[in-house]
Structure formats: C-alpha cells, structure tokens
C-alpha cells in the first residue's frame, strides 16, 4: 500500500504534467505565430488529469474527484477529433485532395 508521502509525491508530479500543458501550449503557438494546441497539450492534460484523479481519490475528494474525471473525458475526446482529423489529412494528402478543415485555434469570434 502506497504511503502518504508517495500519493503526495504523485498529486505534484500529476499537477506539474497538468500544468506542463499550457507551457508547452504557449511554446508551440510562438513557434507557429499562432494559438494553436499540439497534440502534447491533450497527452498531458490526460496523464496529469490521471494523476491527478489518483490522488483525489486517495484524498476521498468529491469535488476534486468530480473536477477531474469529467476533464479526462473532455481531453480524451478532443485527442480523438485531432487523431481523426490528422488520420483524414493524411487520406487527403495521399489522394491529392486539398484539406478545407481549418486549423484548430484559440479564436473565440464566432
């Protein structure tokens, strides 16, 4: 059985995986000149929220537990739409189609 010091061990690391995300976000929109979010920002919201879930589950944490695992599910599903549409893209390119699916971005015009 896992001590206390090794669940608080794995609450920090999952924070600082969690928290990773939006400077690997940041890093990678100043590269491209645009806000854009790479595939690492959704494989490290879902490996800090999973660590994250862990330890709210030791700690017995509702809300925390609630805040969590209803994130995992969003993270999972946006990684499935960019795994689609880079499998899509790929089809296109093999056919010689031309892509009209805009780049995902942080633009919040409607």
Known sequence: MPTASTW??????????????????????ELKRQCIFPMAFWYLSIAGGMALL??????????????QAGGLIIYARNLQWRIREKRDAMASATNEKSSDKPAITCDTRP
């Open 54 to 67: 862990a330890y709210a589950i030791y700690r017995r944490d509702p809300v925390f537990i609630v805040g």
């Open 8 to 29: 608080l061990i794995l609450g920090i690391f999952g924070q600082v995986l969690f928290s990773m995300r939006f400077l690997v976000q940041w890093i990678y929109s």
